[in-house]
């Protein structure tokens, strides 16, 4: 019997790399759980460029938009276990909202396969010229005498929600939610005055403040980004302890056979130690390269679940 059990092992084992070893044979989706346009957009898009010229076969970016990135979410999390559909997000979907719907139609931990780090993001303030501040104690002295100023986010539960409404906590200020799909139309609104407040990612504003159409007033990492050492932190300008860790992550779907999800991350990995996909699309989004193992960052999405949580508990936010 025990013979018999190790050739099944074994035989299981022996198909598994026989299928990584000829992945792909047909083309490979990318969902992305936002509109085209954002961020997170433009990082897949390089990826599965980067990729289907690695593979030799199309990889195609699916944008599932909607809900927080929930709708997307689901659909990989219910999505065949073979790596042919693999999704790329930022921290939202995994480690978020798990703590904000108790009833999601999928559980992060248990449905998802992680693959890697993509990229960290650097969050940063950014406001529309309409506010006018040039800093964060100036910004809070406005929000204080202008209640309801409207402030974006990706969606209840996504990151720029949850971090905005712990900096009102902090600052004992009271905006008004404006949920968006995606990050192009925030942009447009900001710009438009619309919309006057937004946690996001230095990448998608840095053109538009160099150009005078939105201010930037302070990074929201713990410490100042080595790129733009001018740029103070929030914490450091009068909000002190607020920070935002936020990150891009690659996971396929649970049940993946390990030598598959091996080969994604190896050849993933490889993309993201190429010092010209370095240089030419991770610094002008400001994003700092990923690559940690398949169990780092299943580990980190724990701990981040457990992060997240915290805040959302003393927050007191509800969907």
């Known amino acids: 019997m025990k013979k018999i059990l190790v050739i099944f092992v074994w035989y299981f084992i022996s ?27 433009t990082l897949a898009r390089s990826i599965a460029n980067q990729l289907s010229a690695k593979w030799n076969k199309p990889v195609l970016v699916d944008n599932r938009g909607g809900a927080s990135g929930m709708i997307g979410a689901e659909f990989v999390a219910k999505a065949p276990s073979d790596g042919y559909t693999l999704m790329i997000s930022d921290s ?61 986010s990706l969606g209840n539960g996504s990151y720029p929600h949850v971090a905005m409404e712990d900096f009102q906590r902090q600052t004992g200020t009271k905006l008004l939610h404006v949920p968006y799909k995606g990050t192009a139309q925030i942009i447009t609104d900001m710009i438009g005055g619309q919309v006057d407040l937004y946690v996001g990612t230095l ?37 002190p302890g607020f920070s935002v860790s936020v990150w891009f992550g690659m996971v396929a779907t649970a049940g993946t056979p390990t030598p598959l999800l091996n080969k994604i991350y190896q050849d993933v990995a490889e993309i993201l130690k190429n010092n010209t996909f370095i240089s030419e699309v991770l610094t002008p989004q400001a994003l700092i390269p990923g690559g940690d193992s398949r169990a780092d960052f299943g580990a980190l999405m724990k701990t981040d679940t457990v992060r997240w949580g915290e805040i959302i508990k003393s927050t007191g936010i509800k969907p």
């Open 203 to 239: 990448g998608a504003f840095e053109q538009h403040e160099k150009s005078g159409k939105v201010k930037i007033l302070a990074t929201a990492t713990e410490k100042r980004l080595p790129f733009r050492p001018e740029l103070v932190t929030v914490s450091e300008s009068g909000v």
């Open 92 to 152: 939202a979907p995994y480690v978020i909202l798990p703590n904000f719907y108790p009833n999601l139609n999928y559980a992060p931990l248990k449905d998802f396969a992680p693959i890697t780090v993509i990229a960290r993001q650097a969050p940063i303030i950014v406001i529309s010229n309409k506010i006018p501040a040039n800093n964060i104690k100036e910004l809070v002295t406005y929000l204080k005498s202008h209640p309801d100023t409207p402030y974006a």
């Open 15 to 41: 198909l598994g790399y026989a299928i990584a070893q000829n992945f792909p044979d047909r083309p490979v989706k990318i969902v992305v759980p936002y509109t085209p346009g954002g961020a997170t957009d």
